[in-house]
């Protein structure tokens, strides 16, 4: 049994040790796998918080419209089915029919325009990281990495490979929360 486990944390650590192995040379360092946790790029840089604080804004905004919106359309259904005491089932049998159509139509329409809400935050986020790759590159090339890839799909890893802050802090500093577009 003991050798088994031994087997067991050889198998994981020994692949770690070779290909992901961080040393200092001066001021190079040297690891060929580095990781970043792309969610917090997008949430913790002064972008990413700037286009979720935009979108959470829109959103609330939509909310509040939407309230209203279903407060109409409560206030007409029931002024309908007071009409309905007085009108001729074929008259009201119109009514209700229009009012439906409108209804589900103003339903479309608000699900359209709260998708195209999460499509710009997500196209703002693209973006972002977009913007980003020249500065994850010089991070990179600062360790000699062949690659950098996402925490997410990470099963174990050496946190001195993490470079997520390094790169929060350098995307800050050149983007700043992407208001002004520099030359």
């Known amino acids: ?27 190079a360092r040297v690891s060929s796998v580095l990781t970043i946790d792309i969610s917090r790029i997008a949430r913790e840089t002064q972008y990413g918080r ?66 195209t809400l999460f499509e710009k935050r997500d196209e703002n986020i693209s973006e972002l990281l977009k913007l980003s790759v020249p500065f994850l590159q010089e991070i990179m090339l600062s360790y000699k990495a062949t690659v950098i890839v996402d925490r997410r799909n990470i099963v174990l890893s050496n946190p001195m490979i993490d470079i997520t802050e390094k790169a929060i802090e350098l995307i800050n500093d050149n983007l700043g929360d992407g208001t002004e577009k520099s030359d």
């Open 1 to 27: 049994m003991r050798l088994l486990y031994i087997l067991i944390w050889l198998s994981i650590s020994t692949p770690l040790i070779t290909i992901a192995q961080e040393t200092s040379l001066g001021e």
């Open 50 to 115: 700037r286009v979720f604080e935009e979108f959470e804004n829109a959103q609330n905004e939509f909310i509040e419209n939407n309230t209203v919106i279903q407060n109409n359309l409560e206030a007409e259904e029931q002024s309908l089915v007071e009409l309905r005491k007085s009108l001729a089932p074929d008259e009201f049998m119109k009514l209700a029919v229009d009012f439906d159509e409108r209804a589900n139509s103003i339903r479309k329409e608000r699900s359209e325009l709260e998708n």
